[in-house]
């Protein structure tokens, strides 16, 4: 009995995402691309927020926060899963399956959070401009910015506290390439069902109430939007429509993964490239592209550089 209460698996071996040799190289040559795209946009805006005073506000202390948050989360598996393409025997550590793990669900809690924030930073804005200095003060965004890692660390924490206990004594096989927590908890030697149905309900239900609050509430700001005049509401819209944009592209994968009652493994796969290496590649450029401020301030931030390199 205390053999089976203990783990003995070592490590975890991933299938993968494909046996095809041009399927494999064609993975590779696009999620080097992207997950190399995806860390230098993000460098940049973070860079480009620190250095150029003038987008020194809340919007874009929370974007540049929201950067960093991308920048650790396509690094979480996104280069093992790089590395391990052409490898014939992909495999991770117990600790590594298990910071995996933790990373990816802190990380999502906390961007969650600021999505919120950042809702609640443009309602400010739009719906009382005169009272925005004194509510979105950098008290206010500090807070903010502490509660969303509490809520990130507490919410990994709390599930991760179930699964590191659970008795891992034979089977280690991974249907994926990374370690997803819902498949972890089906390869221990006991009966899982309600550990795995408490799991995907409460990431399922808070993944899909936060959508829903944040999907009302831009609703909410879109309507206080069109009562303004035309030059504003076009400001506003234009800022809006990249939020809501990172907003289901955040969120649909995540719901999809933890409401689905019918796991379809091909699709489940496609989704979590998606979240893993595209979705927070697509985040600076939906930011960069859609947002005009941003954009004069990389263009401030190259005119300095050039400036530098010529008196240097």
């Not at 783990?7 to 995402?17: I, N, P």
């Amino acid at each position: 009995m205390d053999e089976v209460n203990h783990s003995v698996v070592a490590e975890f071996v991933f299938l993968g995402l494909s046996d095809s040799w041009e399927i494999q190289l064609l993975l590779f040559l696009f999620s080097s691309v992207v997950y190399v795209a995806s860390i230098l946009g993000n460098l940049l805006i973070l860079i480009t927020v620190i250095f150029d005073s003038h987008l020194h506000s809340p919007m874009y202390f929370l974007l540049a926060n929201l950067s960093f948050i991308d920048m650790g989360g396509s690094s979480i598996a996104a280069p093992k899963m790089i590395c391990d393409l052409f490898r014939n025997h992909k495999v991770i550590s117990f600790g590594g399956c298990v910071a995996q793990i933790f990373f990816t669900h802190a990380l999502g809690g906390v961007e969650m959070v600021l999505l919120i924030a950042m809702a609640f930073d443009r309602y400010v804005a739009i719906c009382k401009p005169l009272h925005y200095l004194t509510i979105m003060n950098s008290r206010m965004c500090i807070l903010l910015l502490i509660l969303a890692w509490i809520t990130g660390i507490t919410h990994s924490g709390v599930q991760l506290a179930f699964v590191v206990h659970l008795p891992f004594c034979g089977p280690n096989v991974l249907d994926n390439f990374f370690c997803d927590l819902s498949q972890i908890i089906q390869l221990a030697c006991m009966d899982t069902y309600r550990l795995q149905f408490m799991v995907n309900a409460n990431s399922g239900f808070i993944s899909l109430i936060c959508f829903c609050v944040l999907i009302i509430s831009y609703i909410f700001i879109l309507v206080t939007v069109q009562k303004q005049s035309s030059g504003v509401s076009s400001k506003a819209l234009s800022t809006l429509a990249a939020h809501i944009t990172v907003v289901f592209l955040f969120f649909c994968p995540l719901i999809f993964f933890y409401t689905w009652p019918h796991p379809i493994s091909h699709l489940d796969k496609f989704l979590a490239i998606f979240d893993a290496v595209i979705t927070p590649f697509l985040n600076p450029v939906i930011y960069t592209f859609r947002n005009k401020e941003m954009k004069l301030g990389m263009r401030r931030m190259y005119s300095r550089l050039v400036l530098l390199k010529k008196f240097s």
